[in-house]
Structures are given as C-alpha cells and as structure tokens.
C-alpha cells in the first residue's frame, strides 16, 4: 500500500516537500541557505510558531542541535519507510535526481536523499505551501534556486 501524507510525521512532512522543492546543493550555490536541514528548520519554525529562527543557531544557517537530532531521526524514519534513499557525498547523483554530473554535496547535512515517492513528496510540498507562514519562504527558495539552476545551465555547469 502506498504511504499516504497522513501516515507521516509533521517533520517528515516538511522533510519530503523541501527535497521536493528542487533546491540546488547548497556547495554547488555557495549558499548555505540551501541546505536541507536549513531549509526543514526555517519551515518548521514557521509553522510551528511562526518564526523562521527558532530552530537556528544565532539566525543560521546552522540549525540547533536539537532540532538536528529530530531531523536526523526523521530521516532514519522516512529511510526505514522506503521513501528516501541516503546518498554517498561526493558521488554523482542518481540519474533522473539532479543534472547529470553533478556532484551532489541526507542530512549529512549538505547531501541531498533520493527520494523514492515523488508523488507523495509533492503532497507534502503542496501541504507545506498551503502555510501562508510557510509559503513565502519556499517561494522565495524556489525562486533563488531557479536562478541558480538557470546560471548554472548557462554557465555550462554539470557537463
């Protein structure tokens, strides 16, 4: 059967919909703001209590170590349900995952996971951007990261 957004976790939740987000690896960008456990921090302090800091080391982009044990423990979660993949630092992405050549930089936390649903992946983007505390930062994100993946296509970047 397959796993439903019901069946998961709030910070699984926000775990799946920023990998689904298309965020550039934050190495690649030069922007730490890119990083997946940032990036699942800001979310999370957003819809928890409205404040993109809260789960920030003196405004980030470091995440607080707290908050990084229950990140880490969410990966493990979603890992053990079949619904993403670690990937090796340093190795090639796999295909169909990023730009072919691309060296990809799980929470390692700079590593993004494969994800192995993409259809319930967009369910919890599209939960996440139903947040009107939440949807202005991914949209801002999106955007940053369209930019950065348009430069990098231009620029030659990946071949």
Excluded at 40 to 54: C, D, K, M, P, Y
Excluded at 85 to 95: E, I, K, N, R, S
Excluded at 149 to 155: F, G, H, K, P, V
Aim: glycine share 10%; charged share 20%; aromatic share 6%.
């Amino acid at each position: 059967m397959a796993a439903e957004v019901s069946d998961l976790e709030e910070l699984e939740v926000a775990v799946l919909g920023v990998l689904s987000l298309g965020l550039p690896p934050s190495r690649a960008a030069g922007d730490e703001t890119f990083r997946v456990d940032h990036c699942v921090a800001v979310v999370e302090g957003l819809r928890r209590n409205g404040s993109a800091t809260s789960h920030l080391v003196d405004g980030g982009p470091a995440i607080a170590s707290t908050f990084a044990e229950s990140l880490a423990g969410a990966m493990a979660s979603l890992e053990v349900k079949g619904l993403v993949v670690a990937q090796p630092h340093g190795l090639p992405a796999a295909p169909g995952e990023f730009d072919t050549g691309l060296e990809i930089d799980v929470v390692n936390p700079d590593t993004h996971p494969a994800v192995l649903d993409r259809r319930l992946a967009q369910q919890c983007l599209d939960r996440l951007l139903g947040l009107k505390d939440v949807y202005p930062f991914l949209m801002q994100q999106y955007a940053r990261a369209g930019e950065f993946w348009r430069s990098a296509r231009a620029s030659g970047y990946g071949e």
